[in-house]
């Protein structure tokens, strides 16, 4: 799987970050290019898939906009989530062949990734029964989000790990992936450390790389 490691390119912005997703999934359903992983910062966004509940966006658009953080509507699964800066939002460009057209199986494999990453860190996390994605141990906390699309069997969209604390004010403008009294918590806090963006990709994407070919 080729890593695209965007993260030393600064902050992206959210409409620049799906184009580049865009071209590389029409490549990818071409035969063009082999399996690969984007590794973005974003600028401060709120997103929400198609069937998100917008009394889970806590303020106006107005308010929003003063704070920077720009409003987009996906294509996605999932409901309203922010990504910005501190966060390190991975999307998977990953062709399911036969044998592999399993998306419960192909979300276990992004969270796995994530649960061994921070294991790596000191930090045990794990899955809950009630949502997607990485949490505490005991379902409190909320440590990464997972929401994906597939065309023609090829992944896009990923996932959304919280490496610092910088993303918690934008967490705080929702209500995350529809989940109510949630804590947002970050890799660094859980590990008691600063972690740095490139240091925790470099371990995601190990694991993928991984798990990826067995999914």
Same mark, same amino acid.
């Given at each position: 799987?080729? /890593? ?7 902050? /992206? ?15 990818? /359903? ?18 929400? #898939?198609? =069937? ?8 106006? @658009? ?34 399911? #062949? ?10 276990? =494999?992004?969270?796995?990734?994530? /649960?061994?990453?921070?294991?790596? %860190? ?7 029964? %009630? ?8 379902? =409190? #906390? ?27 004010? #934008? %967490? ?20 008691? =450390? @600063? ?18 070919? %067995?999914?």
């Amino acid at each position: 799987m080729e /890593i695209i490691n965007l993260l030393s390119e600064g902050l /992206i912005g959210y409409h620049e970050g799906w184009e580049r997703q865009r071209a590389r999934v029409a490549m990818r /359903i071409a035969d063009e290019v082999p399996d690969g992983l984007l590794l973005v910062e974003h600028a401060s966004v709120v997103t929400y #898939g198609k =069937t998100a509940k917008p009394e889970f966006r806590l303020l106006s @658009e107005a308010e929003y906009a003063a704070r920077g953080i720009e409003l987009v509507a996906t294509d996605r699964g999932g409901d309203v989530t922010y990504h910005g800066p501190g966060q390190l939002t991975g999307y998977p460009i990953v062709h399911l #062949g036969e044998g592999r057209r399993d998306l419960h199986k192909y979300v276990w =494999t992004l969270e796995e990734a994530i /649960i061994r990453a921070a294991a790596d %860190f000191g930090v045990a996390v794990g899955r809950v029964d %009630f949502h997607a994605g990485v949490w505490t141990e005991d379902g =409190t #906390g909320y440590l990464a989000a997972i929401g994906v699309r597939v065309q023609r069997w090829v992944t896009h969209h990923g996932f959304g790990l919280n490496v610092d604390s910088r993303v918690q004010a #934008g %967490f705080e403008t929702i209500v995350p992936c529809g989940q109510a009294g949630k804590r947002v918590v970050s890799l660094s806090e859980l590990a008691g =450390t @600063e972690l740095s963006l490139e240091e925790v990709g470099e371990a995601v994407s190990r694991y993928l790389c991984q798990y990826l070919k %067995f999914v």
